[in-house]
């Protein structure tokens, strides 16, 4: 009898451990809401995981940790089969924009394209990945991306100075990621292959120079 009332117990314990583990996985894994078109525009409420997938492509995942009015727009058709993650705290309930798109002539970024940035490094557009956000709300924020890239970097257009300014980013399990502070056009720069910065080319110069010194010396010796 105490063994069959043993069963009885563990077989309890058992099925509400397996229940509070199903309710958590749930609640990790939002429900992902099909768009038709390449337009979305709803409230999200504050503290909520959202997915969406636009015309079973794009995809993007919104947190917010305040109630959102979100208006967002995604050229499917040039941005593709992408997976795009941003995390948005305000300290109140906010306007949220996104607009998204796979080339922006204006700003340099065409498929391929070299650029400079700030940092004098060169880089390559080839992400064909822009993202214009505003928000009516100071801001901290993450934005991820999907990318089998690890050496790219997430940059933002300055447009008082009218240049690109890397962020920096961090590479785990395929997803580039960066926080910001500020919203603007956001986008993610490939560092050119044959691309050497100016302190690397005064190194080699350096080296160089003492090696033909050095060469020199003994040669008269």
Same mark, same amino acid.
């Given at each position: 009898?105490?063994?069959?009332?043993?069963?009885?117990?563990?077989?309890?314990?058992?099925?509400?451990?397996?229940?509070?583990?199903?309710?958590?996985?749930?609640?990790?894994?939002?429900?992902?809401?099909?768009?038709?078109?390449?337009?979305?525009?709803?409230?999200?409420?504050?503290?909520?995981? /959202?997915? !969406?997938?636009? @015309?079973? *492509? $794009?995809?993007?995942? #919104?947190?917010?940790?305040?109630? +959102?009015?979100?208006?967002?727009?995604?050229?499917?058709?040039?941005?593709?089969?992408?997976?795009?993650?941003?995390?948005?705290?305000?300290?109140?309930?906010?306007?949220?924009?996104?607009?998204?798109?796979?080339?922006?002539?204006?700003?340099?970024?065409?498929?391929?394209?070299?650029?400079?940035?700030?940092?004098? /490094?060169? !880089?390559?557009? @080839?992400? *064909? $990945?822009?993202?214009? #956000?505003?928000?009516?709300?100071? +801001?901290?924020?993450?934005?991820?991306?999907?990318?089998?890239?690890?050496?790219?970097?997430?940059?933002?257009?300055?447009?008082?100075?009218?240049?690109?300014?890397?962020?920096?980013?961090?590479?785990?399990?395929?997803?580039?990621?960066?926080?910001?502070?500020?919203?603007?056009?956001?986008?993610?720069?490939?560092?050119?292959?044959?691309?050497?910065?100016?302190?690397?080319?005064?190194?080699?110069?350096?080296?160089?120079?003492?090696?033909?010194?050095?060469?020199?010396?003994?040669?008269?010796?």
């Amino acid at each position: 009898m105490k063994n069959i009332n043993k069963v009885v117990l563990l077989s309890i314990v058992g099925f509400l451990l397996l229940g509070s583990y199903m309710t958590v996985a749930n609640a990790q894994t939002p429900p992902v809401e099909t768009v038709d078109g390449n337009q979305y525009q709803g409230t999200i409420e504050g503290n909520e995981t /959202n997915q !969406y997938r636009f @015309r079973n *492509q $794009f995809q993007f995942q #919104l947190r917010v940790n305040q109630s +959102v009015d979100l208006d967002m727009e995604v050229d499917v058709d040039g941005v593709g089969d992408r997976e795009f993650q941003l995390e948005v705290n305000t300290r109140t309930n906010a306007e949220l924009t996104i607009r998204i798109n796979a080339s922006d002539e204006s700003l340099g970024l065409e498929e391929g394209k070299k650029l400079q940035a700030r940092n004098q /490094n060169r !880089y390559q557009y @080839r992400e *064909q $990945f822009r993202v214009n #956000l505003t928000c009516d709300e100071p +801001v901290e924020a993450k934005l991820s991306l999907k990318t089998g890239d690890p050496e790219a970097q997430w940059a933002y257009f300055d447009e008082e100075t009218e240049e690109w300014v890397t962020n920096p980013s961090s590479y785990q399990n395929g997803v580039l990621t960066t926080e910001t502070d500020h919203f603007s056009v956001w986008t993610v720069l490939t560092v050119e292959e044959d691309a050497i910065s100016s302190y690397g080319l005064i190194g080699i110069v350096s080296i160089g120079s003492i090696v033909g010194l050095l060469f020199i010396i003994k040669k008269k010796k």
